[in-house]
Nanobody
Framework: QVQLVESGGGLVQPGGSLRLSCAASGSIFSINIMGWYRQAPGKQRELVAAQTSGGTTNYADSVKGRFTISRDNAKNFVYLQMNSLKPEDTAVYYC???????????????WGQGTQVTVSS
């Protein structure tokens, strides 16, 4: 079994900052991609940022220059530093990992339970 557990969400004023953390645990052989998605009410889930095990990153245009993704590959953690937050960043943020549970097996995709981020004055 594999679990992804997020933390760090909350209420913040516009212009403020938050840092999300996600820990992956369980029967993990290797993790290729770890990332963050978000889903606002009435909208589809969208990619926010992702990072490969080699360090390559990908960001949504709406967060470039404001959000930074980072990983601790040894501990299977991924972080999302969010600065200059805007009301439109309000959403449930989900951690995502694409990983193998064995060296020869397929790649699986796992999701965390989500953490609420609310940007409001």
């Amino acid at each position: 079994q594999v679990q992804l557990v997020e933390s760090g969400g909350g209420l913040v004023q516009p212009g403020g900052s938050l840092r999300l953390s996600c820990a992956a645990s369980g029967s993990i052989f290797s993790i290729n991609i770890m990332g963050w998605y978000r889903q606002a009410p009435g909208k589809q889930r969208e990619l926010v940022a992702a990072q490969t095990s080699g360090g390559t990153t990908n960001y949504a245009d709406s967060v470039k220059g404001r959000f930074t993704i980072s990983r601790d590959n040894a501990k299977n953690f991924v972080y999302l530093q969010m600065n200059s937050l805007k009301p439109e960043d309000t959403a449930v943020y989900y951690c995502n990992a694409e990983l193998k549970t064995t060296g020869w097996g397929p790649t699986f995709r796992y999701w965390g339970q989500g953490t609420q981020v609310t940007v409001s004055s």
